[in-house]
């Protein structure tokens, strides 16, 4: 059996167990999406948005991108944030990076990477920001977790100040942002003390957030 044999039948597999469990499921799906959520992750193949969640396709939007970056240069994943909070009209939405983030390693590393060095120098300029707080960690999976927490911060702080959600605010749209990060070791999500649902007040949270990451450096 080839590759995508194997990808079509394990397909089969799923629609007829799925039909089994819930016969109506992909009539009502067919209908309309409309999710209450937006996850915005990292492409990474073990860090699958419903699964992780225990949800069902059309419970969550997803964008995912190499180390879950939200770009105010990036039109994808602005188009994407502006479908989910104009249209969709999601009551939430995350930035989900993970610890072992083979991105976030990379923009540490002093090593050409070509095209997507391009894309991991927004990284590499997280790092220069918090350059006070990552010269603490003393060992390179500290300052790994560390970086991988703080991109979240920044990239949640960046998705506050794009002009759908800010807009989303002042029109008093129901919306909340939250940082999360997943731990590939133990399956699990931790917050990271970064929720917004209001225009106001975005920047003192980031400090508070950025705070407690620094607490963790050791």
Known sequence: MSDIQKIIEGNRQWAERTRTNAPDFFAAIAEQQSPD???????DSRVPANEIVDML?????V?????NLVLHSDMNCLSVVQYAVQVLKVKQI????HYGCGGVKAALEDTPLGLIGNWLRHIRDVAMKHKAILSRCTTEENLLDRLCELNVLEQSYNLCN????QEAWRSGQQLEVNGLVYGLDDGLLQELNFCNDEPDGVETRLAEAVEAVAA???
């Not at 396709?57 to 939007?61: E, L, N, R, V």
């Open 37 to 43: 959520y937006l996850w915005i992750g990292c492409s």
């Open 162 to 165: 794009t002009t759908m959600v």
């Open 63 to 67: 964008h995912r991108n190499v180390s």
């Open 94 to 97: 995350m930035v989900v990076g």
């Open 57 to 61: 396709p059309g419970d969550i939007f």
């Open 216 to 218: 963790l450096c050791r």
